[in-house]
Structures are given as C-alpha cells and as structure tokens.
T-cell receptor, first 111, second 114 residues
Framework: DAKTTQPPSMDCAEGRAANLPCNHS???????VYWYRQIHSQGPQYIIH???NNETNEMASLIITEDRKSSTLILPHATLRDTAVYYC????????????FGSGTRLSIRP | NAGVTQTPKFQVLKTGQSMTLQCAQD?????MYWYRQDPGMGLRLIYY???????DKGEVPNGYNVSRLNKREFSLRLESAAPSQTSVYFC?????????????FGSGTRLTVV
C-alpha cells in the first residue's frame, strides 16, 4: 500500500471551507484514496473515497489531481464538531487489502 | 443497528496476566481487523482476517493472537500482558461486495497494563 504525507495540523474558521491536502506520489493504478476522521478518542469514521474522479457525499468532497499523486478533502462549511484528526489512506479495493494509518492532520475549527 | 461492538470498554491488567478482547459485527462483513492506538499516535494494524477461517499478521503482531470464531466474531488475545501493550484497541470490519469499501470501527477498548 502506498504511503501518504499530510500536514500535522491545520486550523479553519467556523463556517468556512476546510481544505485538507494529502500527497500520495507512489500510488498505483488500482489503489483508491480514502479519508477517515477520528473525533477525540472515538473509533475512526469513514468519510469518503475515490479512484480518479472527484467525489462528493453528504459529508465532504474529494478532489484528486489528474496524475493522482495528491488529493484534497473539502469540508464545505466547517463546524466545531468537525474538529478531529483526519487520515488520508491509499489502498486496493479488495476486502483483503488492509488499511495502514499514518499520523493524519489534526484539524482545529476556530469559533 | 449496532455495527461493531467491542467488549470490554475498559480493562486494567497486571503484568503477566492474560485476557481476550471481544469484537462482534452485525453487518455480515467478510473482513475484520484489530488496531492499537497509543497516545498521540495513529492506528497500527495488529492482525486482520480477510474472511472467515483466515487470519494474517499486520504491522505489530508480536505479543498477540487472534481467533476468527465465525463470520461475526474476531477476538484478540494477550497471553502475557506487558506495560508496552497499554493502548486503546479498535476492532473494525469491512465489506466490498456491496460497494461499501469503507471500514466501520468499534468504540474501542482502553487497556492499561500495570
């Protein structure tokens, strides 16, 4: 599984869009980009995933560059409840392909 | 709709004691995983089970054993607990066939070894 690089911390004003970057320059053609977040000491929560097209769901949008070497998770209107550690992960799609977590980005939302 | 259930939620062990952490999922997922998370760190994979009847080592398997009891249950055993195993343990499950490739995590077991 390819490794990812994320900034250790970021902050964002409440109500603004939070843009979290991730580099995955060694990603292979069959690997997907996944985003999870961990609020306080709870179990991680799945947010979104994608292969090469941009994706959007009720929680966030995922923008993947054309060369697939980097991506950005966008929380369109950040709230205080979005304060969490965000993990960017790349892995194959099969159920046998395990997730390896990196250090993630600690996102702080300012009131 | 319980998802992934872990028991116990908290445990204190003495060095050398043994215990089994239990995990059960009710989503009919094929794959299950055990992670540990030390303070201020990311999650590290201990063991995983891609399907019923199979188990494989992850990043940090030493000092642990696992059993995939059936499709629903995946247990983690510490045979002789050590202070270095003080951590929060998370169980997760996943399924691909229905297009849901994300993991669902349990709420964790907070283990302290003294």
């Amino acid at each position: 599984d390819a490794k990812t690089t994320q900034p250790p911390s970021m902050d964002c004003a409440e109500g603004r869009a939070a843009n979290l970057p991730c580099n995955h320059s060694t990603i292979s053609g069959n690997e997907y980009v996944y985003w999870y977040r961990q609020i306080h000491s709870q179990g991680p929560q799945y947010i979104i995933h994608g292969l090469k097209n941009n994706e959007t769901n009720e929680m966030a949008s995922l923008i993947i560059t054309e060369d697939r070497k980097s991506s950005t998770l966008i929380l369109p209107h950040a709230t205080l409840r979005d304060t969490a550690v965000y993990y960017c992960i790349v892995r194959g799609y099969s159920s046998a392909s395990k997730i390896i977590f990196g250090s993630g980005t600690r996102l702080s939302i300012r009131p | 709709n319980a998802g992934v259930t872990q028991t116990p939620k908290f445990q204190v062990l003495k060095t050398g004691q043994s215990m089994t952490l239990q995990c059960a999922q009710d989503m009919n997922h094929n794959s299950m995983y055990w992670y540990r998370q030390d303070p201020g760190m990311g999650l590290r994979l201990i063991y995983y089970s891609a399907s019923e009847g199979t188990t494989d080592k992850g990043e940090v398997p030493n000092g642990y054993n696992v059993s995939r009891l059936n499709k629903r249950e995946f247990s983690l055993r510490l045979e002789s607990a050590a202070p270095s195993q003080t951590s929060v343990y998370f169980c997760a499950s996943s399924e691909v066939d229905r297009g849901v490739a994300g993991y669902t995590f349990g709420s964790g077991t907070r283990l302290t070894v003294v």
